[in-house]
T-cell receptor, first 116, second 118 residues
């Protein structure tokens, strides 16, 4: 069975602080894919990043960076110099490698509040 | 390009009433999904479809039915609504035949339907 755990339900930071959102996953598959989605207060779900299990290179996109570590089954997301517009619920998700339907298993989400 | 469109956006039902949520996508995607979002539980898969005329159960299918008569539409039905079905429902689609890397393409989500059952 697949499982994604986001232990931090809510995080509050002050603008310009760095913040890391944790994601731990469980799977028996050797090939799998990890995703992060953002849900701003308006409610839509916005795709941020996809990572496959055989590529452990960390990725940086502007103020966003992702640290994938297979040894600890973690795929953490860091926002550098946070801004009020980063306030949202962030979801980590997992897809099996042999998943013919491309379904995602989601974590419970982390609500990030960035205060001015 | 509208992407994934859900109707209605909001609905209030009384226990025992029925309703259908409509999802339409214009991206020629093969796969479509219905998820529900509840506080602290993330999104959970209700039903999904890997092509026109096919449907399958997800993680929490009880109390729901679906149909995929046309490739672009995926309907979610509640035959007899219960308060436990109060939730935000999201439709999503993915996978365009022939597109590169489509087998692990991200899901494209609609804006959600907020359903309250009293």
């Amino acid at each position: 069975a697949q499982k994604v755990t986001q232990a931090q339900t809510e995080i509050s930071v002050v603008e310009k602080e760095d913040v890391t959102l944790d994601c731990v996953y469980e799977t028996r598959d050797t090939t799998y894919y990890l995703f992060w989605y953002k849900q701003p207060p308006s409610g839509e779900l916005v795709f941020l990043i996809r990572r496959n299990s055989f590529d452990e290179q960390n990725e940086i996109s502007g103020r966003y960076s992702w640290n994938f570590q297979k040894s600890t089954s973690s795929f953490n997301f860091t926002i550098t110099a946070s801004q009020v517009v980063d306030s949202a619920v962030y979801f980590c998700a997992l897809r099996r490698g042999n998943n013919a339907g491309n379904m995602l298993t989601f974590g419970g989400g982390t609500r990030l509040m960035v205060k001015p | 390009n509208a992407g994934v469109t859900q109707t209605p956006k909001f609905r209030v039902l009384k226990t025992g009433q029925s309703m259908t949520l409509l999802c339409a996508q214009d991206m020629n995607h093969e796969y479509m999904y219905w998820y529900r979002q509840d506080p602290g539980m993330g999104l959970r898969l209700i039903h999904y479809s890997v092509g026109e005329g096919t449907t399958a159960k997800g993680e929490v299918p009880d109390g729901y039915n679906v149909s995929r008569l046309k490739k672009q539409n995926f309907l979610l039905g509640l035959e007899s609504a219960a308060p436990s079905q109060t939730s935000v429902y999201f439709c999503a689609s993915s996978f365009e035949q022939g597109a590169s890397s489509s087998y692990n393409s991200p899901l494209h989500f609609g804006n959600g339907t907020r359903l309250t059952v009293t």
